[in-house]
């Protein structure tokens, strides 16, 4: 289905200042836009969360055509509790490697690739070769199944993604020749979510999605944000379902139209997320309290 598109993984983030220069002076990510809200997202983007956060688009250029990360930060919430749900993000970027160690990142070898660890927990694995100028550097995010079986009938037959690589342990999904893929990976047992859990967001055409939603729901699957629009002030209406797969996996389909005005660079996002943090006194407020809280 050429007209649906991979777009992002939303990641929850605890140090933001940190985190922050992992992606950018690290990874060597852009800020793309930075936004601020004073209440939780009516698609819990921010997780199940209603006071003040942060969402912060970055990667290696627009989401047009790239597969970018999602950084959501609730204010006051330090840690989030890592499951074993999310296996890591693969980036083609010899650089990122070159950058860590001048910045002495830990850089773990493994497998002829190094594994380089965000703050938080998240995986990146990094695959030696120069950074591609011509295409993206995102290749592929890997999330744990516990049964590849299972979890081949959903995103093949009911999600509808094409299938590219099937092994004993793992298989490969996406939408384009060209763009990033979602791998399931068998991990022999439960997947466990815990509260570090994230969330990955394709788009659609707006006039697929009812559709999208009402296969689920003859399946008998879980719909965890029934169809809805979603409005930005000052910015693009975008609708939304948001699903579950067997594993819990928390999966965003957004009306692709509306997604693309919404998703235009912001040439002050990363004036914006500086900012922000600067203003960010949280750290100052829960110290006096005894520290912020873990999740």
């Known amino acids: 289905m050429a007209s649906r598109r991979s777009l992002h993984f939303v990641y929850k983030i605890g140090d933001r200042t940190a985190?922050?220069?992992?992606?950018?002076?690290?990874?060597?990510?852009?800020?793309?836009?930075?936004?601020?809200?004073?209440?939780?997202?009516?698609?819990?983007?921010?997780?199940?969360?209603?006071?003040?956060?942060?969402?912060?688009?970055?990667?290696?250029?627009?989401?047009?055509?790239?597969?970018?990360?999602?950084?959501?930060?609730?204010?006051?919430?330090?840690?989030?509790?890592?499951?074993?749900?999310?296996l890591g993000m693969h980036i083609e970027s010899s650089?990122?490697?070159?950058?860590?160690?001048?910045?002495?990142?830990?850089?773990?070898?493994?497998g002829g690739h190094s594994l380089l660890e965000a703050p938080g927990g998240y995986k990146f694995i990094i695959i030696h070769k120069p950074q591609p100028q011509d295409r993206d550097p995102v290749q592929q995010v890997v999330l744990a199944s516990s049964n590849l079986e299972k979890s081949i009938h959903y995103w093949k037959d009911l999600a509808g993604l094409t299938m590219y690589k099937k092994s004993d342990t793992e298989a490969t999904f996406g939408f384009g020749d060209k763009q990033a893929k979602l791998v399931l990976r068998d991990i022999g047992g439960p997947v466990d979510h815990a509260k570090a859990f994230g969330r990955i967001?394709?788009?659609?055409?707006?006039?697929?999605?009812?559709?999208?939603?009402?296969?689920?729901?003859?399946?008998?699957?879980?719909?965890?944000?029934?169809?809805?629009?979603?409005?930005?002030?000052?910015?693009?209406?975008?609708?939304v379902v948001i699903l579950a797969d067997p594993d819990g996996h928390e999966i965003c389909f957004v009306g692709d139209e509306g997604f693309r005005e919404l998703s235009q660079v912001d040439p002050k996002g990363d004036e914006l997320l500086n900012e922000a943090m600067k203003k960010d006194k949280s750290d100052e407020w829960f110290a006096k309290k005894g520290g912020k809280a873990s999740a």
């Not at 004073?38 to 209603?50: H, I, L, T, V």
């Not at 650089?95 to 493994?110: F, H, I, L, S, Y």
């Not at 009812?210 to 629009?229: D, F, G, H, R, V």
Request: glycine share 8%; net charge negative; with cysteine.
């Open 95 to 110: 650089e990122a490697v070159e950058r860590a160690k001048a910045n002495g990142w830990p850089v773990k070898e493994e």
């Open 19 to 86: 985190t922050a220069k992992f992606y950018r002076d690290i990874l060597g990510m852009k800020v793309l836009r930075h936004e601020e809200f004073d209440e939780g997202c009516k698609a819990s983007c921010n997780g199940p969360y209603d006071g003040k956060w942060s969402k912060t688009m970055i990667g290696y250029g627009a989401e047009d055509n790239h597969f970018v990360c999602e950084l959501t930060y609730n204010y006051g919430i330090s840690h989030y509790e890592m499951g074993n749900d999310f």
């Open 201 to 239: 967001a394709f788009a659609a055409p707006g006039a697929d999605l009812p559709s999208i939603e009402k296969k689920m729901k003859e399946a008998n699957e879980t719909i965890l944000t029934p169809y809805i629009s979603l409005d930005t002030p000052g910015k693009a209406t975008v609708q």
